[in-house]
């Protein structure tokens, strides 16, 4: 049997709160039976919700507060008052070790801010970056960062790499996920000096990654990589670009489905395939962005998910947990500052030599 794991949830945070929290819980709840949840929020909107889902009796603890983060709340502010909000103690519950993970549907500035402060970044981790699954036509990719860290240099993007090949491995369940760095063209030349230093970085590096080096925008849909690194910036952009682009296609074709007669009728033989490249599509049911690089599991559901995918998130948070994604990354970075100061002694052993061939 699985080992029982608590989840702790901001029961306020998200477009549709606390309605669409409570029923994910449920959803979730079916799917993993194991589960238990810590609910954090005002406790006299969330009791009377859970008397709506039986299959969360007994496995739920209320823990009332009526502080909330709102959704335009600045992330200075909410370090200086939100420790006592929904959002700032279902994070203090990962750190205190009453749950091994917290979903959380809120202001996204805020959450880093709160999870950061509380929770701290794992040695070796300078930033923490924002990560997530992304539908292509072969599966699934990971990618990151998308939004964290605006600018990063060349060490960022590195250990972005190492903690996206460590969720590949336990999400996606591939032994040795294939990770590139997304750029203007795949030649080396190309791209800007911190990307280059990176791409030789990753070339070098001791972790069980199959680097492919670069990859264009074209090959996010394509499913070209396992792992896709870029800094928050440019992946934030590239994240809601296809997002938008989804939505498009799937307006545009259902526009024309409903045309004419014939294209309806055309629309009812072809019902299965249109309902499994829609739910390929919805990002409901790839919900769920982990921060990655802190000493906590905390999980970024979007604010307007359904229940469907808020129990997606809470999905994500159950594999993070079971398949212990913290020892993976830190495996993985103190693999690869191995193979840097090994280099970095091969550098010194030949100065060395080459000071003494001087000499005679």
Not at 14 to 33: F, L, N, T
Not at 46 to 53: E, F
Request: with cysteine.
């Amino acid at each position: 049997m699985a080992r029982e794991l608590i989840i702790s949830l901001d029961a306020m945070g998200g477009d549709h709160a606390p309605d669409i929290v409570i029923e994910g819980a449920s959803i979730a709840r079916e799917r993993a039976p194991n589960l238990r949840f810590l609910i954090f929020g005002d406790e006299t909107k969330i009791v009377p919700l859970l008397t709506r889902y039986p299959i969360l009796k007994g496995c739920c603890e209320v823990c009332h507060t009526d502080k909330t983060i709102s959704a335009d709340e600045k992330p200075s502010q909410a370090l200086r008052r939100g420790r006592d909000s929904s959002m700032g103690q279902s994070i203090q519950a990962v750190k205190d070790g009453k749950s091994d993970a917290a979903v959380l549907a809120g202001n996204t500035g805020a959450q880093m801010a709160l999870a950061k402060f509380i929770l701290r970044t794992m040695p070796g981790i300078d930033r923490p970056a924002l990560a997530t699954l992304i539908p292509t036509s072969r599966g699934e990719s990971v990618m990151l960062d998308l939004g964290a860290n605006v600018e990063c240099d060349e060490n960022n993007l590195v250990q972005f790499a190492i903690m996206g090949a460590a969720f590949a491995r336990t999400v996606l369940g591939v032994s040795k996920p294939s990770v590139a760095i997304l750029n203007v063209g795949v030649e080396e030349l190309k791209g800007s000096d911190v990307i280059k230093e990176a791409d030789r970085m990753l070339r070098e590096a001791n972790i069980p990654m199959d680097y492919k080096g670069f990859t264009e925008g074209h090959g996010l849909g394509g499913g070209e990589v396992d792992v896709v690194v870029t800094d928050g910036f440019t992946g934030n952009i590239a994240l809601k670009t296809a997002e938008g682009t989804a939505k498009m296609i799937a307006n545009l074709l259902k526009r024309s489905l409903n045309e004419s007669l014939l294209s309806k009728i055309g629309a009812l033989f072809a019902s299965s395939s249109l309902l499994a490249l829609k739910n390929h599509l919805d990002p409901n049911n790839h919900n769920g962005a982990v921060f990655m690089g802190l000493n906590g599991l905390i999980i970024k559901s979007h604010g307007g998910a359904s229940a469907s995918g808020f129990a997606s998130a809470i999905g994500v948070a159950v594999d993070m947990a079971e398949n212990d994604l913290a020892g993976k990354i830190t495996r993985d970075l103190k693999n690869f500052n191995s193979t840097v100061e090994d280099a970095d002694k091969m550098d010194d052993d030949t100065v060395v030599e080459m000071n003494i061939k001087e000499k005679k």
